[in-house]
Nanobody, 122 residues
Framework: HVQLVESGGGSVQSGGSLRLSCSVSLHTYTSNCLGWFRQAAGKQREWVSSINADGSTSYADSVKGRFTISQDNAKNNLYLQMNSLKPEDTAMYYC?????????????????WGQGTQVTVS
């Protein structure tokens, strides 16, 4: 009942920008509880950014001020605008979803993942 498909990855020079997209199909509900993770070669997957149940956003310190997470009005697409890219941003980027319990309760744990899109910064 959940499908997440990333796109928009590619190669970019240091200091450049990319916008990642994620087509979101949750079928039974729409959710604010979406986010982005990344995994560099040989490293564990790390959290990058999330949208919370109340619509607020959160960012890892490593990307704060450079990346912006957003979604369209219908919540069918999730985006990650990445500016001022650095070589250390090179990774496979994954969009993810977690249960949405509403703004009074919050989000659950991430349990749905896309296939990933590669970002390479050189």
């Amino acid at each position: 009942h959940v499908q997440l498909v990333e796109s928009g990855g590619g190669s970019v020079q240091s200091g450049g920008s990319l916008r990642l997209s994620c087509s979101v199909s949750l079928h039974t509900y729409t959710s604010n509880c979406l986010g982005w993770f990344r995994q560099a070669a040989g490293k564990q997957r790390e959290w990058v950014s999330s949208i919370n149940a109340d619509g607020s956003t959160s960012y890892a310190d490593s990307v704060k001020g450079r990346f912006t997470i957003s979604q369209d009005n219908a919540k069918n697409n999730l985006y990650l605008q990445m500016n001022s890219l650095k070589p250390e941003d090179t990774a496979m980027y994954y969009c993810a979803a977690r249960p949405d319990y509403g703004p009074g309760t919050g989000c659950g744990e991430f349990g749905y993942w896309g296939q990933g899109t590669q970002v390479t910064v050189s």
